[in-house]
């Protein structure tokens, strides 16, 4: 059974249509029809901050939307469920940036999250990669 966790930009691509990886669709249809697709609170955050960056063409489609219409609309579209963050969630996210070599908030929860929850996250963000090849115990990642 896949127990998947989508980052902010793989929600992103997938509502839009664009291009992930056939590994990772299936990874996600399975997610979907086992009722083990999840999305990050973090990532609500994410694309409200992504909506509002200075360069048009450098903010995600939201096709019109505000940014959490968009999110709740999509997570129901695909049949994703929210996941809080938690005690437990916040005291990793402190660690991660120790282990990953980077202070990007929003990956920090979602790796995190990931780990705690023992969830595979799907994501294409390069950080994210050499993290998974330096410590490939630490968290599951499949690239999409």
């Not at 579209?77 to 990793?92: R, S, W, Y």
Request: net charge positive.
């Amino acid at each position: 059974m896949s127990n998947i966790l989508l980052d902010a930009h793989t929600l992103i691509w997938l509502l839009a249509g664009d291009y992930l990886k056939p590994n990772a669709l299936l990874e996600i249809a399975k997610a979907q029809e086992a009722g083990t697709l999840f999305i990050s609170a973090i990532s609500a955050w994410e694309v409200g901050i992504a909506a509002l960056k200075s360069n048009p063409t450098k903010r995600p489609n939201l096709q019109g939307l505000a940014p959490d219409i968009w999110f709740k609309r999509g997570i129901r579209k695909i049949g994703a469920k929210t996941l809080p963050i938690n005690f437990q969630i916040a005291i990793e996210a402190i660690r991660v940036p120790a282990i990953y070599g980077s202070g990007d908030r929003g990956d920090c929860y979602l790796i995190a999250t990931a780990r705690i929850k023992n969830l595979t996250l799907l994501a294409r963000d390069k950080e994210m990669r050499k993290l998974k090849n330096r410590n490939p115990s630490y968290f599951k990642l499949i690239e999409c």
